[in-house]
């Protein structure tokens, strides 16, 4: 047992203290290390470590918020997911993520090990928009994942990253988020969504890039069809947006716009580029929009979720309540969300050039454009700060 910055002693099923870092944070190489053993000793999975964590003051500290501070390569959310399968455990008895820690409670914690540090080159097609010794920006294609995940471990853009530097270009990616494998990350683009993402080669790279995203001195543009009349033309959306409060199936991977401690500052401009009425249609929605996004801050799914609490839903994106078109009913098919990162433009973090990257609209997002374009009985088109052009949409 050993002593953990005054606020806890910290015991480990392994009889060592080798799995804790200074200040009773959890090791994760040291966790990949035990696991890794085990499994070799047993033959199969074996057991998963224990951490026990014995308050020795009165924190008044959520379960999951506390968890956090201790067990830094997972995130709240699997930490909560961990807490709702009960392998989290407060003076022997089943938790929950909003239970407050007081003096003398001990909490068990089952450690899964942190995602593999290894990415596996796969020969996944990529689209190279720039690239140079210090960062690489793509066109990403819908349908993949950016980063390996807790059940995605391989298929990722990163596996195809890894096998473009072996086998295309030189370097590799940074190694800034390597724990959480996540190298070279500067930003994310959810599974479905198409278009610009960058990633870097470098530390140095990565920092600069991300503090430029941070401080609001990028700058990323999306183009989305929705479902109704998007008013007024231009707005900001100032909304918090934080996880849903639900832990049922179904509801863990969603967000909401929520006023409480979890909600975080989210700010999305978004601008009418061009609207659409269906008049002769006799089911189905009626009015749809094309609108240019424009985010200041990062949240996840933030767009999707700020539009869909305004009542203006993403087409294709049955998650926040958008519809799904299928082409043998509605004349054309959606069946994911209608969301494209179409610029993104940042200053190169080495030499301070200004740059900026424009992916084609493309694929299913162009044909459902070209048809409400084409089949619309009105169609009202509204300006913007920059031509369509310029967004990749002709």
């Known amino acids: 047992m050993s ?12 009889e060592t203290d080798e799995l804790l870092l200074p200040g009773g944070k959890v090791d994760p190489e040291a966790i990949r290390r035990a ?29 999951d918020k506390y968890l956090t501070s ?32 007081r003096k003398g409670d001990e909490v068990e914690v089952t450690v899964p090990p942190p995602p593999s540090r290894k990415t596996v080159a796969e020969e996944i097609p990529i689209e190279v928009l720039f690239e140079d010794e210090h960062l690489i920006v793509l066109n990403k294609r819908p349908g993949i994942i950016v980063h ?19 086998h295309v270009s030189s370097g590799a990616l940074s190694e800034v988020g390597t724990e959480f494998a996540r190298p070279g990350v500067v930003h994310r683009l959810d599974r479905d969504t198409t278009g610009c993402i960058v990633f870097a ?6 920092w600069k890039l991300g503090r430029q995203f941070e401080t609001r001195r990028g700058d990323k543009r999306y183009l989305a069809v929705v479902h109704g009349r998007v008013e007024p033309d231009a707005d900001t959306i100032d909304l918090p947006i934080g996880p849903h409060p639900s832990r049922e199936k179904g509801y863990r991977e969603r967000c909401v716009v929520r006023h409480d401690d979890l909600g975080k500052p989210s700010v999305t401009v978004c601008r009418v580029r061009e609207r659409y009425r269906l008049h002769e249609r006799a089911v189905g929605d009626q009015e749809f929009g094309l609108v240019e996004l424009e985010l200041k801050t990062g949240r996840t799914h933030q767009i999707r979720v700020h539009m869909s609490h305004l009542g203006w839903p993403l087409v294709g994106d049955d998650m926040y309540g958008g519809r799904l078109l299928e082409a043998e009913r509605d004349g054309v098919a959606m069946g994911r969300q209608a969301l494209h990162a179409a610029l993104l433009g940042f200053e190169h973090p080495m030499s301070g050039e200004a740059m900026v990257f424009v992916a084609p609209v493309e694929g299913d997002l162009l044909e459902l454009v070209t048809y409400l374009r084409g089949g619309a009985t009105e169609r009202v088109e509204v300006g913007g700060t920059v031509p369509l052009s310029r967004l990749g949409l002709s």
């Not at 002593?3 to 392994?14: H, I, L, P």
């Not at 999975?45 to 924190?59: I, K």
């Open 3 to 14: 002593e953990a910055a005054g606020d806890e002693r910290v015991r480990t099923s392994f």
């Open 35 to 63: 696991v890794d053993a085990a499994r070799e000793e047993s033959g199969d999975d074996g057991e998963l470590p224990r951490v026990t964590f014995v308050l020795q003051r009165d924190l008044r500290a959520r379960l």
């Open 70 to 101: 201790r067990i830094t390569f997972l995130s709240r959310n699997q930490l909560q997911r961990l807490i709702e399968e009960g392998a989290v455990r407060v003076n022997d008895r089943v938790a929950k993520a909003s239970t407050k820690l």
């Open 148 to 166: 390996p995940a807790r059940s995605e471990l391989s298929g990722t853009m990163i596996n195809a990253l890894a096998w473009h530097f072996q």
């Open 201 to 206: 080669k470098t530390e140095e790279a990565h």
